[in-house]
């Protein structure tokens, strides 16, 4: 069974493009380059041909992959969420007790995920760990660090 991917408006655009963007330009030139090494004759020792045919594999597998995402995909309206509890899409601000650093973070799905943009998948260790908890409320967190802790000072859509 396939898991339910919730995505913004804009995450979804995003992906549409991105598919659209592979099938239609990116496709069309493997193709092209295949059929331009094919010409050159012998296959076996043509390099030019094995890479094309290699990125032909790779394109058709994201293309794939994000037919089966925007198949599964889900748009949530954020009125209807909870605004007291850090929900997907929240934007959550936290300080970590141990530094004293404050930062926000707006929880997204995988898809979305940008943590220049202080955007963090919710299926990240920091993303599990802040889902359901309420303003004031102290994330304990197991990361690769170690076990970090964050006051929940702020949640908003």
Not at 38 to 61: C, F, I, M, P, T
Not at 105 to 134: F, H, R
Not at 137 to 153: N, R, S, W
């Amino acid at each position: 069974m396939s898991k339910i991917v919730y995505l913004t408006p804009e995450g979804l655009q995003k992906l549409k493009d991105e598919l659209e963007y592979l099938k239609f330009t990116e496709m069309p030139e493997i193709t092209k380059r295949i059929a331009e090494a094919r010409d050159k004759g012998d296959l076996s020792e043509n390099a030019e041909y094995h890479a094309a045919k290699e990125e032909q594999v790779r394109v058709n597998n994201k293309i794939h992959e994000l037919q089966i995402t925007l198949s599964n995909a889900q748009i949530l309206d954020d009125k209807d969420l909870d605004a007291s509890k850090v929900l997907i899409f929240s934007t959550v601000k936290i300080k970590n007790l141990k530094t004293g650093k404050e930062k926000t973070y707006t929880l997204v799905s995988a898809n979305e995920a940008d943590p220049l943009a202080g955007k963090i998948s919710v299926d990240s260790p920091i993303g599990k760990g802040l889902l359901g908890k309420e303003v004031g409320d102290i994330a304990e967190i197991q990361a690769p660090a170690g076990l970090l802790k964050f006051e929940i000072l702020e949640i908003s859509r």
